[in-house]
């Protein structure tokens, strides 16, 4: 079978700036395939089997956890990378590993840690992410984290603040000039926000949060809606919902596809860097197919992230990380031992910044349900 070449503005693996620490290269592997390997080898990856999406985790089998919601991601992001001719394999590392950082309870969650750490440095899941791969995991003798390659790190920083930026050497640089990183992290950025606007359609209406009239406000939902039933007559609530769904991310898949590489052949990138110094996205949808789809997160805000049952499981969820990042500020005995020794090591020398950051990187490593048994823990125990 004939290997595809990639174009010359894909990412290559034996091209890559490399890893923090120097290691020998694998004999079945490429760089970037061991970098995949390695998140999916990971505890935070595995944790995210029992992270909010947007339902929270008890409330059914049915909806999307943070696993299934990254596993949606990288299928996509494949997609679109192989009709580039980029890097599939980087693509999908960055797809599989671009929610690591988040807490549990979603962005609920999110929020009420980044409140807890206002005085700490504040908190950011996407910074977390980053943290995880480079610094939190515990899986090799020779180095913390998961040592992954430049190009990896890249696309899994999103965005970032450009006081932390001033932190992250060479990583940080184009968040300070303004630059665009590789093709492949721009495809795993928008491949996220295809999977969860269509999947939220779907696990909302699942909910019975949203029905199909208040989404046919959507010229997507609406066109794709009609031609669907006018097909088929008989055809129940559920294959109607993901007849619809499946439609939407083909079409808009397929838009982003044909729209990027018109771009790209306008733009005629000659190498990764080429794209890196570029300051506009080559990833990008036609401008009707854009307008519709944020239309389309305009209608999910309005109707499903805003709606009373979210907001008050968003609430709850709130108040059991406020209590616990409060808890363990205040009583470390209740953590770990291991967490408990580092810290009461930590607080002889006063320093609440460093403490702040050792709860709030254990709070954001939990799911759902141990934040929850651990409030009741404590709770119960105080
Ligand atoms: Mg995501």
Redo the contacts with the bound molecule.
Sequence with gaps: MAVRELATFAALPNESKGRAYNEGQSNYRNEFQRDRDRIIHSSAFRRLEYKTQVFVNHEGDMFRTRLT?SIE?AQIGRTIARALDVNEDLTEAICLA??LGHTPFGHAGQDALNNCMKDFGGFEHNLQSLRIVDLLEERYADFPGLNLTYETREGILKHCSKKNALGLGELGQRFIKKNKPSLEAQIANIA?EIA?NNHDIDDGLRANLLNIDSLRESKFVESNYREVVKKWKDLNERKIRHEIVRRMIDYIVSDLIETSRDLIGKYKPASVDSIRECSKSLIKMSQTTEKEHNNLKKILRKNLYQHEQVNLMSQQAAETVKYLFNIYMEQPIFLTDELHMKITKDSQIKDEQRKARIIADYIAGMTDRFALSEYKRISENK
Aim: proline share 0%; aromatic share 16%; hydrophobic share 15%.
């Design positions: 919601h991601v671009h929610d996220d969860y």
